[in-house]
């Protein structure tokens, strides 16, 4: 247990506001050799995100975790104001526990300081005592000891039926920062949380109630759920504790493609999800509904019947035709490329003939086909693979378009959005989407849903802040209530108090001022303040992109997805199509150089009407440049058709996947035999870098290739195992964690040293965090999204390329993710 000796504790102090008692407590501190003076300034900033008064009239000011080197020595100092001191919205704060603590060596402290708090005698006599040694004697009173009965592995009355045992890392005990990071997860379930700590029990939900427990580093606790959805809570709560609360805290979620606004962190609870697409929105919260439609379960004219299902279905595909038409128009071909596949699954004779055989069997038209449907969407979302789950809700959508035409009534039919709102829904399908009206939708949050999910594309490409994989707990928030949606971290906090709703209002104004001015100068060049130019370039999937990219100040393509002119269609493109789209990019980029990524198809990118056998494991089968390789009749047309383009303005091959030196060597190969068949000029000819093999082999591709490429989506999954996929591993796999930066450095070192440049095509490029330390490693292309771009410029603009080349040293030599973040 820390010491706390009477030069620690300040009697009858007197300040006007929070700051000044802050810097009181804070001078206590540094006076004592507990920390540096900066630490003060941290301790000042964490009160911005986080409020740390702990009720009773104490609050327990501490910094930021990433300050954390600031402290020297592990202690607590404590200033007493007799008057009083106002804290946040109405408290007054009578004892300012200030906390300078590297880990959980305060923590017996902290569970005394919290036994107090119910106290209010006690609390009254310290804040008025004139005595310092009534206040150590208090704080630092020797605890009970847990008896040898009274442990975690023993089943006690109060606890639940289900429950899981797990130990505190070392330097984890449950302190302010673990403990409310255990709050916010467990407060996104349901069921009722309990902890026990031997023989105390807590709420899991409760800060102060954990803190009680006093459970320091490595001690064993019982976390028990009582609900619902109790078996996913004590999963979750389980792994935060193993994977160390605080890190949690400190690594400020997995950044979002274009997130440059700061982590929102507000005092009340946050229902966390996946971030989707970034920016804060404020407004009221609006569940989304679909209107119910009801049908009869009988008929008795079977022909009759089926004519009525042939009708309706061939209703259908007029309408999906007129709906692609429409949102083609307004957001894109490869946007209403979904209605097109839609249209698909309306011409499966199998789904047409299992509804028939029902009608048959005595039922409605309207039963007989919901019933197939639905059946249908089951057995594929049963199949448990991500990509397949999002193909059962496009059944279910363009089953209940045909379902809308039988329907005998509607009922709740979902009103029109005629003021601005938070929109709350389970999952949305692309018919959903398409309906929605941006201007009304201030925010999107969906219970289910990954990152790659059609909501979380559609959200990003309207520029909408969006979370996706909430979980159930968003469908019972109330209808009307104000919320605040941080699309950076994923987080929505609902009915806000009026502090954070403040907060919430000055980040978004900042953020929205800040996104003015970078827009303002969205063409000037990325510049470093010492003369380095990074070229800042767009990732794109379609000609009317191009054209969006060089609006947004990209300074041209660094990556074609070219595989969105492939899907959700019966037929590959040919030449002549692919032509005139490479051609309609060439015009729009007028000069701009286009890098033209060959098709990148298998893994998470599926194309049925390639019939391509079904892979056990996708991600490690025949994708991107293997897939070309086995299929000269996709890859030669669409050499062919590059080449021509090539005619019309600066484009450059890119080729995806490349594992080993032979692949590269053949694809070059096979391209040269195109060009020469057209007698067409050279282009350079470039490979994405996101295998660790390339990694390896950098020296000897960079033989052959003009540049690289780095693609950290792919890269990051690879180097660490992490399905990209994978909703509850997207938080970790980042393309921060050391071990992917330095592959990347390996990488440039190598093509550096064969005269080569090296970008970046991956997500990180477009964070303006990673853009910094990626152009600290010798990286001199960072191709993003669009929205990314006007920050990224901005960004690398405001820094010094000395600065960010130290920054990147530090950031290799980080252990974790985390602490590369937090740099
Ligand atoms: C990547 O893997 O980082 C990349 C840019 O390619 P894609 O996301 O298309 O696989
Ligand atoms: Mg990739």
């Known amino acids: 247990m820390i010491k706390l000796g009477k030069e620690s504790i300040r009697l009858n102090a007197q300040a006007s506001n929070k700051t000044e008692a802050i810097r009181i407590v804070g001078s206590l501190l540094v006076d004592s050799g507990n920390m540096k003076p900066r630490y003060i300034e941290s301790m000042l900033l964490r009160e911005k995100v986080a409020n740390t008064y702990l009720g009773n009239g104490i609050a327990i000011p501490h910094g930021l975790p990433k300050d954390r080197d600031l402290i020297l020595d592990t202690g607590i100092a404590v200033a007493q104001f007799p008057a009083g001191v106002q804290w946040n919205s109405g408290e007054t704060v009578h004892l300012v526990v200030g906390i300078a603590a590297r880990s959980d060596e305060h923590i017996e402290l902290l569970a005394n300081l919290t036994d107090v708090l119910d106290d209010e005698e006690t609390v009254r006599r310290l804040a008025g005592t004139e005595d310092p040694m009534d206040i150590i004697a208090r704080l630092t009173q020797p605890r009970e000891e847990p008896s040898a009965l009274a442990t975690a592995a023993a ?7 289900k429950w899981v045992d797990v130990a505190l890392g070392s330097g984890a005990g449950l302190h302010a920062r673990p403990a409310t990071a255990f709050v916010e997860i467990a407060k996104q379930f349901q069921s009722e949380i309990r902890v026990r700590h031997v023989s105390k029990l807590a709420n899991g939900k409760s800060l102060v109630s954990l ?51 700061p982590i929102l962190t507000l005092a009340g609870s946050a229902i966390a999800g996946i971030s989707a697409s970034p920016g804060l929105a404020i407004g009221p919260l609006r569940h989304f509904r679909r209107e119910k439609i009801v049908v009869a379960v009988t008929a008795n004219d079977p022909a009759r019947e089926e004519i009525r299902l042939r009708q309706s279905i061939e209703a259908a595909k007029v309408q999906l035709r007129e709906l692609h038409d429409e949102v083609k128009e307004r957001s894109g071909a490869a946007r209403a490329a979904i209605f097109r596949a839609h249209e698909e699954f309306l011409d499966d004779p199998d789904l047409v003939d299992t509804a028939l055989e029902r009608i048959k069997g005595g039922h409605s038209a309207g039963w007989s086909w919901r019933e197939t449907f639905e059946e249908r969407a089951r057995d594929v979302a049963n199949l448990g693979d991500a990509l397949l789950r999002e193909r059962a809700v496009d059944l279910q959508d363009v089953g209940r378009r045909v379902l809308r035409l039988l329907a005998d009534t509607l009922e709740e039919e979902p009103g029109v959005l005629d003021s601005p709102v938070i929109l709350v829904a389970e999952d949305l399908s692309p018919s959903d989407t398409a309906k929605l ?11 289910a849903g990954g990152p790659t999910s059609h909501t979380a594309i559609i959200a990003r490409s309207l520029d909408i802040p969006a979370i996706v994989g909430a979980g159930p707990a968003i469908l019972n928030q109330p209808e009307g209530g104000l919320c605040v949606l941080d699309g950076d971290s994923g987080n929505l906090y609902c009915e806000p108090s009026e502090a954070d709703l403040a907060l919430a209002r000055a980040a978004q104004e900042d953020w929205q001022a800040r996104r003015e001015a970078e827009r303002l100068a969205c063409y000037q060049p990325a510049i470093t303040t010492d003369g380095r130019r990074i070229e800042v370039v767009g990732n794109i999937g379609s000609a009317a992109e191009a054209q969006q990219a060089v609006d947004a100040g990209a300074e041209g393509v660094g990556l074609l997805r070219t595989e969105f002119l492939f899907l959700e269609r019966s037929a590959p493109p040919t030449e002549e199509e692919q032509f005139e789209t490479y051609r309609a990019m060439t015009k ?54 590059i080449y021509r383009a090539a005619e019309t303005g600066p484009v450059k091959i890119m080729f995806p996947m490349i594992a080993t030196l032979e692949e590269l060597i053949t694809a070059r190969a096979i391209a040269e035999e195109v060009r020469r068949e057209l007698h067409a000029r050279p282009v350079e000819i ?73 970008g970046v095509c991956g997500g990180i490029a477009g964070d303006p965090k990673g853009a910094a330390i990626l152009a600290g490693l010798g990286v001199t292309e960072l191709s993003m999204s669009i929205p990314s771009v006007a920050a990224v410029k901005a960004r690398i603009r405001k820094l010094s390329f000395a600065d960010v080349e130290a920054l990147a040293q530090r950031a290799l030599a980080c252990k974790t993710a985390a602490e590369v973040r937090a740099l």
């Open 686 to 758: 470039g490979i994405m870098i996101e295998v660790p093999s390339a990694v390896l082999m950098a020296t000897e591709l960079a033989a052959h290739a003009d540049f690289f490429s780095v693609g950290t989506n792919d890269l990051t999954q690879y180097v660490l195992a992490m399905d990209r996929l994978h909703p509850s591993l997207a938080r970790q796999a980042d393309a921060l964690h050391p071990a992917v930066l330095r592959m990347i450095d390996m990488t440039v070192k190598a093509a550096t040293a064969a005269g080569r440049w090296v």
């Open 155 to 161: 089943v006690q009355a109060d606890d639940f039926a």
């Open 211 to 261: 803190l009680k427990l006093g459970a320091d580093e490595r001690a064993s606790i019982r976390i028990m759920a009582r609900g619902v959805d109790e078996d996913a809570a004590l999963q979750a709560l389980a792994a935060a504790v193993n994977h160390g609360l605080e890190d949690e805290d400190e690594s400020g979620h997995a950044a979002p493609e274009a997130g440059s606004g």
């Open 437 to 447: 009206d941006p201007a009304m939708v201030l925010g999107l949050c969906t219970a």
């Open 588 to 641: 729009a980029l007028n000069g701009l150089p286009l890098i033209i990524r060959t098709l990148d198809i298998g893994g998470d990118k599926e194309v049925p009407y390639l019939s391509l056998p079904a892979e056990q494991n996708p991600f490690l089968g025949v994708r991107g440049i293997r897939l070309c390789l086995a299929r000269l009749d996709l890859f030669k047309p669409q050499l062919r058709a």
